[in-house]
């Protein structure tokens, strides 16, 4: 299965900025149906315009009587940050087991979860086995307190409804997206247009492994081709390690601005991911980070003249 295509999918989450793109492109050849609050009533017009059926559900609430139980497949790309634990784990890991219980019969189900779920270790590649642990407890990521320990309450969840169901599952470790939708690279670029310096850990370099929007659509086929019972757990990343200097940087030649950076150890460490079993799995990205980048300035910014 290298595409998707007359297949019935159901997306969570479908206004974010990773699943926002997914629903439009699978939407093309496929009937996708998106469950989310749709507070955003503009983003709704956009997607059912698109052929994407959306059906307002409060994740939280956990009532998918709405939902329907026949479906092909299962995205679960939403994720609740909030600073209330009670509220995110109803919203990430009761409601995920809830969905899971609903689409039982679903012949695969993609769970997306983070490299966020691993115990900082400098800069050491992560391997899909490494200990996990809470790399959130830093001051500038104050404002998501639940979120590494919620993808790790979360995975677990997904483990167990694939064993309970008998529900094929693919854990996905996602690490930083980006695209024509936004992304952490965006926050960069904002502060590069600003002249704000750009804060980056004092163990230098701030290395990640970026992938392209385009990279998702098209891997997660291939992801649900690996789907199991036990579940699959696999990094997903872009093939090639870039760092927040690398980057801010080339968008700083990009608009012709000068960059700056502030060292501190109050912000995220480098989580750079080990790409061997994804290799394995689905094989390497293909959007080149210079490549995306460009585009990202280009969709968000289409008046500034590129300098390079």
């Given at each position: ?5 007359g297949?019935?999918i ?5 206004t974010?900025q990773?699943?926002?793109?997914v629903a439009?492109?699978l939407?093309k ?21 698109a052929?994407v059926?959306?059906i307002k559900?409060?994740?939280?609430k956990g009532?998918?009587?709405a939902v ?13 940050k ?6 995110d784990?109803?919203?990430n ?15 695969a ?17 992560f ?12 001051p ?22 694939a ?8 854990i ?5 997206p ?7 690279p965006w926050m960069?670029l904002?502060?590069?247009?600003a ?9 230098e ?19 649900l081709?690996?789907?199991?019972v036990?579940?699959?757990?696999v990094n ?8 927040i200097?690398e ?6 030649e ?10 501190t ?8 991911i ?15 980070w210079?490549?995306?980048?460009r585009?990202l300035v280009q969709?968000?910014?289409p008046e ?5």
């Open positions: 299965m290298t595409q998707l295509d297949k019935r159901l997306i969570t989450g479908p974010g990773v699943a926002k793109p439009l492109a939407a050849s496929n009937e996708v149906i998106g469950i989310a609050r749709f507070n955003d009533a503009k983003a709704r017009e956009q997607l059912e315009a052929g059926q959306c559900v409060d994740l939280a009532d998918f009587s329907p139980r026949d479906v092909d497949y299962v995205l679960n790309l939403a994720v609740t909030t600073q209330d634990f009670d509220h784990i109803a919203a890991v009761e409601a995920l087991g809830l969905l899971m219980s609903h689409c039982r019969d679903a012949q189900f993609l769970h997306c979860s983070s490299t966020a779920v691993y115990q900082p270790n400098g800069h050491h590649a391997k899909e086995t490494d200990p996990l642990g809470d790399n959130h407890r830093v500038a990521m104050s404002f998501m307190p639940t979120y590494s320990t919620l993808k790790i309450a979360a995975e677990t969840m997904a483990r167990f409804g064993r309970e169901y008998g529900l094929p599952t693919i996905a470790r996602l690490n930083v980006y695209g024509d939708n936004g992304g952490w960069h904002e502060q590069v247009l002249g704000q310096p750009i804060a980056v850990h004092t163990d370099p701030s290395r990640f492994n970026p992938i392209h929007e385009d990279d998702i659509i098209a891997s997660i086929p291939k992801l081709e690996h789907a199991s036990p579940a699959t757990i997903w990343g872009g093939s090639e390690p870039v760092t200097e980057w801010s940087t080339w968008f700083g990009l608009v012709g601005k000068p960059v700056s950076f502030v060292k150890d109050q912000v995220l460490e480098s989580v750079t080990d790409t061997t079993k994804m290799h394995e799995l689905i094989g390497p990205t293909s959007v080149h210079k490549d995306g980048m585009r969709a968000f910014h500034i003249e590129l300098q390079a």
